[in-house]
């Protein structure tokens, strides 16, 4: 796996009054977009902030925001956050935010405005706009949708043994239990369906504050959730939620003392790669950026 490091200070981030001038300081090459896929691998980039989270657990909007502009500038590798969000989205589309409303570990209101303020300020019309999760499958803006925009935080799960930007796209299917066998293997094969497949322009795995236990349907302890304080962003899902597995496990072995294996094991990562075709899931074929604060990256 290529691996390029790139670190930005907590600092860098409060100095810089833009989102601009953190990519400026990234010092990204402005280069001839090709595509990942073309290539056999995804970009993903892994970046952090120590200072996201406050001390009532909050995500605070203007780091979150520098944050994710940062990071989408370095996916697109331009120095001016502005292009790469013309670059995901045009002045013509309709555009569904998919966001995950579970009540103990949301995506956070603060990230869904950062995202809605830039598909507007790319040109989109605000009544083409819509953020929603449950409520998808009857919302009129998803249902025209030209692109989707797909966020979660990511949490352990009873079914599927992750809770994953893949997983995310389940509320699109009228019966979501009927992907709950062989730990919700079959997941991947949503992202194929015709009303979906190829229209999502990015995916933000929330690592701000990540579940890495769980015990039983729906569980939540704030003993199994740590502030890691990061976003994984990517076009490609599966290279996003493989690499936030990676840090999943790492935890869980650092805080169980002993190798533990997440449980059930999240067969639906893989799967979307082998067997739907969706993304690359091996580490070999994923180019991880990692941009900000690197103390217990665990990757």
Not at 124 to 147: C, H, L, Q, W
Request: net charge positive; aromatic share 6%.
């Amino acid at each position: 796996m290529a691996e390029k490091r790139h670190v930005i200070t907590r600092r860098d981030f409060l100095r810089a009054g833009s989102c601009v001038a953190v990519g400026s300081m990234i010092g990204l090459p402005l280069l001839e977009r090709t595509s990942d896929a073309a290539a056999g691998t995804s970009r993903v980039v892994l970046i952090r902030h120590d200072g996201v989270v406050d001390g009532g657990g909050n995500a605070r909007a203007d780091i979150l925001g520098a944050m994710l502009d940062a990071a989408v500038a370095a996916l697109f590798q331009v120095n001016d956050a502005a292009e790469a969000w013309r670059t995901l989205v045009k002045p013509g589309d309709t555009v569904g935010i998919k966001t995950n409303l579970w009540g103990s570990l949301p995506t956070p209101p603060a990230l869904e405005d950062a995202v809605k303020r830039q598909v507007l300020a790319a040109g989109v019309s605000p009544s083409k706009v819509a953020v929603d999760d449950r409520g998808i499958r009857s919302n009129p803006i998803f249902e025209k949708a030209t692109a989707l925009i797909n966020m979660r935080p990511m949490r352990t799960h009873h079914w599927s043994g992750l809770g994953t930007l893949l997983k995310n796209y389940i509320m699109f299917v009228p019966s979501p239990w009927a992907y709950h066998g062989n730990a919700c293997e079959s997941l991947g094969s949503i992202w194929n369906k015709p009303e979906i497949k190829g229209k999502t322009r990015l995916n933000v795995l929330v690592m701000l504050t990540p579940q890495f236990h769980g015990i039983g349907p729906h569980h939540f302890s704030k003993t199994y959730v740590w502030t890691y304080g990061g976003l994984i962003v990517s076009v490609d899902p599966v290279a996003a939620d493989a690499t936030g597995a990676r840090i999943i496990q790492a935890k869980r072995n650092l805080f169980f003392g002993e190798e533990r294996p997440i449980s059930p094991p999240p067969r639906h990562i893989e799967a979307a790669d082998a067997t739907y075709g969706v993304g690359n899931s091996r580490t070999e074929r994923i180019d991880l950026v990692k941009l900000g604060w690197d103390r217990d990256l665990l990757i």
